[in-house]
């Protein structure tokens, strides 16, 4: 693949239906875009974008920086996250996380 750039903001993104069992409240969506990912799957490179709602989620080993939005992100065990835009969030493989989405949020990723 060659070198390339893509707006984070303006990026088309497909749905990412959502497992219900890890909706606590809301009516949240996922859309996303993998925009790389490494040929044996380990690394993968993204936009991802949710709305407003409660979700949980049990993490990748991930970083990632908010472009637009807000979201609370409880670690079990761990800190209290409060993320907006120009964050960057470090998630570690395994975290139980809780995601209170405040305002539609969109991020860029890197996992692995």
Do not use: N
């Amino acid at each position: 693949m060659k070198s390339f750039s893509v707006g984070i903001a303006t990026a088309v993104l497909e749905p990412e239906p959502l497992d219900p069992g890890q909706i606590v409240s809301g009516s949240p969506e996922v859309t996303g875009k993998v925009l790389w990912q490494s040929p044996d799957g380990t690394r993968t490179r993204g936009i991802w974008q949710i709305t407003p709602g409660v979700v949980t989620d049990t993490e990748a080993d991930e970083m990632f920086v908010v472009v637009s939005g807000r979201a609370t992100v409880e670690v079990e065990g761990g800190p209290t996250l409060e993320l907006g835009p120009g964050d960057v969030c470090v998630l570690r493989e395994g975290d139980s996380t809780t995601w209170t989405v405040h305002e539609t949020l969109r991020k860029a990723y890197a996992i692995g």
